[in-house]
């Protein structure tokens, strides 16, 4: 069985764009954490099975915002921290072209998500948020693991299409035999059996997992 949270994994289920499973999966991800609807204009990352890229998965959409999303197993250390304000400031950064004016940029595990953004000395925002027109960066982190608090508190059967999908990639498929009527469910099952029949991304992911043990 395969760890979701495994980069190349988790790459492998969201970032292919010339797949309609892939495509889904992502807008269900993105949208839950925004809390409203995106479209993706395109992907901007390289190949998913490359891991010198910089970011795991980064879109682009319609709005000319540029999302970066990053699956991390460690714990939210200051390191981790400082490397996520170092991958908002480079999205922030590939804005920039040369001749553009600087106005003319655009851009805790007691809950589920968590939501961050710049703020002044004063404590004043740089914006309210992603509609602003004078917002650079916002942040999210999803405490994958409090996912678990939420399925027992409602059950899984009354768990929201986000919410079964975090609890799919912190738990795998195990739990939901009896589920297979989600489409959330036959659409993972489905990415599962792309992968299986993959050699070559089977033989990445298990490499993977054998150096990261």
Known sequence: MYDFKRDIVFKF????ENDTDSRVLLSYLIDGTLGRNVAIE???QDDPKDKSVRYDIKIKDVLGNHIDIEMQNSSLSNTLVRRFVFYGSKLIGEDIHVGDKYDDMKEDESILIGKYDPR????????KDMGDEDILLMRYYIYL?????????KGLRNMSDYELLLYLIENGMEEVENMK???IVKIMERKQKKMEMNEHMKELAFNR???QM
């Open 13 to 16: 289920f969201l970032s292919n």
């Open 120 to 127: 002044t000395p004063l404590g004043n925002r740089e914006g």
């Open 145 to 153: 693991s409090y996912i678990n608090v939420i399925a027992k508190e």
């Open 42 to 44: 395109n992907y901007l």
């Open 209 to 211: 997992m054998i150096y």
């Open 181 to 183: 009527d989600r489409e």
